[in-house]
């Protein structure tokens, strides 16, 4: 369940990471990201675990038995009964998986209505929603 004044909260996590200077394994990167941003939504902290780099990151993934950031966050999105939904109905604060060439093959964002926000090493962008390839619901 989505708390009180989630938008307001998903929109300062939202402005805080335009802000920040530099991208940062750990600190400032997708999955931190994401994973904020469904903490402003819900009030949950889904995923406890640490990294500081691209390399630690992955073995992480390695460690949680899992081949890539997809599985894992598929596994993430399963523990928590997040329901995976038809990118076409995708909604404000939904996660949203985009796939491509870079460090993980793919990089988890958030929805901000038709488009989805991505932190990523080469800095903020916006992709179309629907080049997007899985949208989990959260609630």
């Known amino acids: 369940m989505r708390v009180e004044n989630w938008d307001s909260k998903l929109q300062k996590i939202i402005k805080e990471t335009i802000e920040k200077d530099k991208f940062q394994y750990g600190k400032n990167d997708c999955v931190t990201f994401t994973h904020k941003c469904v903490e402003a939504i819900t009030g949950k902290n889904i995923f406890k675990h640490k990294w500081k780099s691209l390399k630690d990151g992955k073995a992480l993934v390695k460690k949680l038995k899992k081949k890539d950031l997809l599985s894992a966050a598929l596994w993430v999105g399963e523990q928590n009964n997040f329901k995976l939904i038809d990118i076409n109905f995708a909604q404000r604060g939904d996660i949203l998986y985009y796939k491509d060439e870079f460090d993980w093959d793919g990089t988890l964002g958030v929805c901000i209505g038709s488009q ?11 992709v179309l929603n629907s080049q997007c390839k899985y949208c989990w619901r959260i609630e």
């Open 116 to 126: 989805t926000m991505f932190n990523w090493k080469k800095g903020i962008s916006l």
